[in-house]
């Protein structure tokens, strides 16, 4: 009795859950807090919309409050910037991006895709497997021998490295369009990487 050791390869496609979109309100109020900072002027009109257009108050998060000041000292008119983060599901940006478009003074600083892995990582898995049989059945078949059991299994998940760090900002001005909400300014509002499983098998073999 020996050992055949089988390694695959499986991708497959997934798509974006929602996006995590970084935004820049300037301002003049010195409020701190998640829910002061929403209740502020400067991001009073954003998130009625937002939350008017489905999303929830626990998608709209205070990330961080800059002063402007060379002394870094708070005063009672202080201008400071505001940074929010907005999470959206893929059917919302489009929406969510037309509300921006309308706000004077927000900036978007980058959008980040978020993706669910799991379930599809199971899925893959499966498959791997699947592929790893065959392979062994065909291998064991031209060696002369069977295969009468599975020693040991291991498999790693990942992403696709040149898609897993995709972002963008505003760069091109596109909130500046004032594009009619929804938005439809050319951009396709939906991303997809490549999931894969390694998968190496070692399995019991006999004559």
């Known amino acids: 009795m020996g050992t055949l050791r089988v390694s695959v390869q499986h991708d497959v496609p997934v798509t974006a859950t929602k996006a995590r979109l970084h935004l820049l309100v300037p301002g003049a109020s010195g409020v701190f807090g998640n829910a002061a900072v929403k209740k502020a002027a400067e991001v009073r009109a954003l998130t009625t919309e937002l939350l008017a257009a489905g999303i929830g108050d626990e998608d709209i998060e205070v990330m961080g409050i800059r002063l402007l000041s060379e002394s870094g000292k708070l ?31 927000v900036s978007l600083r980058s959008l980040n ?8 990582g199971i899925a893959a898995s499966q498959a791997a497997l699947e592929k790893a049989r065959r392979k062994a059945d065909a291998m064991a078949a031209t060696a002369g021998v069977r295969i009468i059991g599975v020693k040991e299994i291991s498999d790693s998940v990942s992403l ?20 009619a909400k929804p938005a439809d300014i050319g951009v396709d509002f939906t991303s997809s990487r490549n999931l894969t499983v390694h998968m190496t098998v070692d399995y019991r073999i006999g004559e």
């Open 75 to 105: 005063s009672k008119n202080q201008r400071v910037e505001f940074q929010l983060c907005v999470a959206a599901t893929a059917a919302q940006l489009s929406a969510v991006v037309g509300i921006l478009a309308d706000q004077p003074n």
């Open 113 to 120: 895709w978020v993706f669910e892995t799991f379930e599809a």
């Open 160 to 179: 696709s490295w040149e898609e897993s760090g995709q972002s963008f900002g505003d760069a091109g001005g596109l909130l500046r369009l004032r594009a």
